[in-house]
């Protein structure tokens, strides 16, 4: 069974940054893709941002517009959302899937992490 985990979560004024991280168990997923989501309260789950094992990356550029970098630390097993320029409706619950090499599909979630933006 694969797990996932997201840390780096937080709070920060507006303007500020942060960088989030994933972690997947399972070193030998090389051929998967790595997806950021996030959900506010009272709204529906969002596309952030995503990698493919190939390192092509794309943007929900409606919602990040340069704001949000995603990289990896392939020796970690590791993806990162840098995410800087923040703002209040940027505050959300962060969750970080991965595909799976099966189905290609996001069946496997993180528990989240909270990043709260407000002064």
């Known amino acids: 069974q694969v797990t996932v985990e997201e840390s780096g979560g937080g709070f920060v004024q507006p303007g500020g940054s942060l960088n989030v991280s994933c972690i997947a168990s399972?070193?030998?997923?090389?051929?998967?893709?790595y997806g950021w989501f996030r959900q506010a309260p009272g709204k529906e789950r969002e596309f952030v941002g995503s990698?493919?094992?190939?390192?092509?990356?794309?943007y929900n550029t409606d919602a990040v517009k340069g704001r949000f970098t995603i990289s990896r630390d392939s020796a970690k097993n590791t993806v990162y959302l840098q995410m800087n320029s923040l703002r209040s409706e940027d505050t959300a619950v962060y969750y970080c899937a991965v595909t799976s090499p099966v189905t290609g599909k996001y069946d496997f979630w993180g528990p989240g992490t909270q990043v709260t933006v407000s002064s």
């Open positions: 990698m493919n094992w190939n390192g092509n990356i794309e």
């Open positions: 399972e070193r030998a997923f090389a051929l998967v893709t």
